[in-house]
Every structure is written in C-alpha cells, then in structure tokens.
C-alpha cells in the first residue's frame, strides 16, 4: 500500500474529477455517443478548454522557475495508433471512455457495470498478449517521451496561442451553428 | 440556487477546473491525471489470489505489480483516484438531483432494441476492447488525451486523433444519420 498521505491526496483528486465529469455531463452515454456523432460537442469543448488552461498553467510554473515536473508519455506510433483506433471503436460502442464510464456508476448508469467489467477483463488479455505486442508493434516509431514543442523546435507557447485561437474561432462558429440549428426556420 | 444545486454546468467552466486540476495534481502530487492503468493493477491482483504463480510470470503485471521480492503496491495514487470517481459523481447529481437510472440508453434502444442482455453483451466487450487499445497506446483519454494533451506529448495527440477518427466512424455506422437527428 502507498502511503495513506498519497492515498489521500488521490482519493480527493477522485473525488473532484468524478464530480466535475458529472456536471459536465461528460457521465452521460448520449454525450459522448452525441460527440462522435457531431452532435453535442460538449466533449471537445471540455477537453481542448481543459488542455489549454491546465497545459499554459503547467509550463507557465515551469518557465516561473517552479519545480514541477513533466510526466510525458512514451511516443510508438504504431500503439498508440493502432491501440487509440481501438479505444475509439470501443468508446463509440460503450459511450463512456474509463474514467467517464466509473464516474457514471455513481450517475445511476446501470449499463457501465457491465463496460467497467469488460475494461477489467480487457485488461486481463492485454496482459497475456503483451509480450506479442511488445515484440511486434510497440518497437515501431518508438521516438521515447517527446513533445511536440521539444521535437519540432518551435516554442510550446506557439502552439498554445494557436490552439487557443483554433478554439475561440472554432468554438464561436459552433455557437452560431447551434443556434441555428435549435431555431429552424418555418419552411 | 447554489452553484452546486445546478444540474448542469458549462464544458467551458468544467474544462477550465479540470485544467485547473492538473495544475494541483502536477504541482502539489508530482502526477498527471489517469485512470487506465488502474485496470491492470485490479485484475492483477484479482488473478495473483487465484493464481499467483502466473501473475508472477507476467512480465505486463509485474511492470505495475513488481516481482515477489520487490512488490511494488497496487493500492496507490491512481487506484484511490479511480475509486472515488463513482463517489465524486454521485455527489453532483444528488446535488443537482439529476442521477439518472439508465440500463438501455434511449439512442441504443431506437437502433437496437429494448433488450438489456444486448446492451450489457456489447458494453462488455466494447469496454474490453477499449481498455485493450489503452493499454496497447499506453493511456487512455485521461491519461494520453487530457495529461498528455495538455503536456503537447506527441503520443497524446497521436493517440487522441486516432481515437476521435475510430469513435466517429463507429458511431455513425452504428447509428448513422437518424442517430444525429434523435433527440
């Protein structure tokens, strides 16, 4: 067991997730089903709004001197590929991605019993065909943990500008959209 | 009426104090926001209570497990996380009074029926599937999509687009046009 210190600062980060998904209605099957769909955007929404205040905050403490570290994941583009191509099919089916789909046991889903069983079996199999895909796939395009900023040499405070300004057009232009669209005009 | 009593809130208000969040759990906790592994380390130790010796020769349990001699814990950081989601969530809808009791989403039942052995069958397996690619990609949409988004890893990005590209491809086949349209 870690310490009850770690413990308990997860679980209160446990706490304040699951009820922040739940009032983003993120909880919800018709959400996420609704934003493959191109029909509810609020996914997207939350996401890019939530990379680009958490990810300006994080490397703005860093650039302040801050001792916080980056925990970057490891780049194979063929797992994370092939592996996020799967993932999607599945969360299309299911309509909850994991973390949504544990929140929404406590949002009465009865449903997401039954995909929170298959995540933990899917995880037994993926267990015994690790050794598989270790050899075959993860091995390709395997660049270890890089960044964007880090690997192609521009500035990340670049990318935040212009994903902030791909989000304020693309989200104001989703707005008038939507209000037509709740609007129709009588034929 | 209070800002908690509140059904619903904007994903703008909701993405900012996720973002907000990360600040703390990267600051204050030296970690990123995750739930994927979680699976791993529970059925793990599920199967180690049954089989141990089987356990001890996966080389995938026991990068998260440890080894007999060098047990790493599987009670920890992310595993009190992913239990307390469910509770953090039950909160807000009593708060807001909007829990729903949902065994056969509506848009499922139009397209495939009111059967709930069908709708338990396949979120089963979609849930296995999914976690099946997380761990192949080495997260999930928390994990990869949000902490590495957010960090500009390339592997979140990479991973984040492929799923987005899969998830509307599978939801359109399965529901196509008259699913956009429904209510």
């Not at chain 1, 009865?110 to 069983?117: C, D, E, I, T």
């Not at chain 2, 703008?12 to 973002?19: E, R, S």
């Not at chain 2, 793990?44 to 089987?54: C, F, L, S, T």
Request: net charge positive.
């Amino acid at each position: 067991m870690a310490d009850p210190k770690t413990l308990f600062f997860g679980a209160l980060v446990g706490l304040v997730f699951g009820f922040l998904l739940q009032k983003g209605g993120l909880t919800r099957f018709r959400t996420i089903v609704g934003q493959f769909l191109f029909k509810d955007f609020t996914m997207l929404k939350t996401m890019i709004t939530a990379m680009i205040v958490g990810g300006i905050g994080i490397y703005a403490m860093r650039a302040g001197g801050a001792d916080v570290a980056l925990h970057i994941k490891s780049t194979a583009v063929l797992g994370n590929v092939v592996g996020g191509l799967l993932f999607g099919v599945g969360m299309a089916l299911l309509g909850y991605c994991p973390g949504t789909g544990v929140a929404a046991l406590g949002d009465g889903s009865r449903h997401a019993w039954a995909g929170v069983l298959g995540m933990l079996g899917g995880a037994a199999i993926y267990a015994e065909a690790y050794p598989w895909v270790k050899a075959n796939l993860l091995g390709i395009g395997a660049y270890g943990k890089v960044t964007l900023p880090g690997s192609t040499g521009v500035t990340e405070w670049l990318y935040f500008a212009v994903l902030l300004a791909a989000a304020v057009i693309g989200f104001r232009a989703l707005r008038s959209f939507e209000r037509r669209r709740q609007q129709p005009t009588a034929p | 009426m209070s800002i908690f009593a509140k059904a619903r809130w904007s994903p703008y208000v909701v993405g900012a104090l996720l973002g907000v969040l990360s600040w703390v759990t990267f600051a204050t906790m030296d970690k990123a926001l995750g739930t994927s592994t979680t699976m791993v380390r529970a059925v793990g130790v599920a199967e180690r209570a049954v089989a141990p010796e089987h356990v001890a020769g996966n080389a995938y349990f026991t990068k998260y497990l440890g080894t007999e001699d060098k047990p790493k814990p599987w009670f920890e950081w992310q595993f009190a996380l992913v239990l307390m989601l469910p509770v953090g969530a039950f909160i807000a809808a009593k708060l807001g009074k909007s829990q729903i009791r949902e065994s056969v989403p509506d848009l499922w039942r139009e397209k495939f029926g009111p059967s709930k052995a069908k709708r338990w069958a396949v979120a089963f397996g979609a849930g296995a599937l999914m976690i099946f690619g997380a761990r192949m990609a080495g997260g999930c949409t928390s994990g990869h999509g949000l902490s590495g988004g957010l960090q500009l890893a390339v592997s979140g990005w990479l991973f984040t687009g492929a799923l987005f590209a899969a998830g509307a491809a599978t939801a359109w086949a399965a529901y196509g046009r008259k699913g956009a349209n429904h209510g």
